[in-house]
């Protein structure tokens, strides 16, 4: 009781001070990141990706670096002029990237040991280009 009798005597501005100095120091529990159910989520995103770099004349590194992942809507339906089929199909690709160079090991004299590799900062379901990406066009 005399602790809210204290806190009702308190000038508006002392109070908020310590109301806001009160809600910083208290311990947060880390965020937790919504469960995603990989095989069911339909969009696209940045995920970890690890991979294994290397050139000729060069030993191998694996690098981890954030990579698109995800499905997007693709579908076909029959039409009755060639090619009779219209399709519309999306893929799971950068939308916006930075480049990261990094040294491989073990290079022979002649051989520059730079690797240079996109990280993803934003992903994006759209049309495949084979200027940035390897597009499977039959099978």
């Known amino acids: 009781e005399a602790l809210i009798q204290e806190l009702y005597n308190m000038s508006p501005g002392l109070l908020l001070c310590c109301v806001l100095l009160w809600a910083v120091l208290q311990p947060h529990a880390p965020p937790r990141a919504a469960a995603i159910n990989l095989r069911r989520f339909i969009g696209c995103a940045v995920r970890e990706f690890t991979f294994l770099a290397k050139k000729p004349g060069c030993g191998g590194l694996h690098i981890t670096t954030d990579a698109c992942w995800g499905r997007c809507e693709t579908w076909e339906k029959p039409v009755l002029d060639p090619p009779f089929i219209e399709s519309y199909q999306r893929v799971c690709t950068y939308n916006e990237t ?34 940035t990406t390897e597009c499977i066009t039959s099978v």
């Open 98 to 131: 930075r480049l990261v160079t990094v040294r491989l090991p073990n290079c022979s004299a002649n051989v520059d040991p730079a690797y240079t590799y996109p990280v993803a900062l934003r992903c994006d379901c759209g049309v495949c280009l084979t200027s």
